[in-house]
């Protein structure tokens, strides 16, 4: 699917559902994330979900937050967020570079 095509479904799904239930199923999305990636964490450092594809859940999980995401980027497209990325890979940047010198790396 083009990005248009997926823009043109986020209006037909604003349009259908309203804003703020969008704003609340990006929101619900982040959540699921969030337990997805705790469960996988459990079952690598600790041997819980034995017979579980808790990694088939995460990438599920990010595959939904990442189209819940575009559709906050659409949203919020006045916003310049490519700008305020970049400023922030580049504190991320600075920073990683600031630790390997702590580290001598």
């Known amino acids: 699917m083009t990005k ?4 043109k479904l986020y ?17 619900e999305e982040m959540a699921e994330l969030t ?10 450092l600790y041997g819980e979900y034995k017979g579980n594809d808790v990694a088939k ?6 595959a939904d937050v ?5 559709q906050m ?9 490519n700008d305020i990325l970049d400023k922030k890979l580049l504190k ?3 920073e990683i570079n600031c630790m390997k010198k702590q580290k001598n790396i």
Do not use: H, P
Request: charged share 30%; glycine share 2%; net charge negative.
């Open 4 to 7: 248009n095509e997926r823009l």
């Open 11 to 27: 209006d037909e799904a604003t349009t259908l559902w309203g804003l703020v239930a969008q704003y609340d199923q990006c929101i």
């Open 35 to 44: 337990v997805a990636i705790n469960k996988y964490k459990r079952k690598v």
């Open 57 to 62: 859940s995460v990438v599920e999980e990010i």
């Open 66 to 70: 990442s189209l819940c995401l575009e």
């Open 73 to 81: 980027m659409y949203f919020f497209k006045d916003y310049n967020i």
């Open 92 to 94: 991320l940047k600075d």
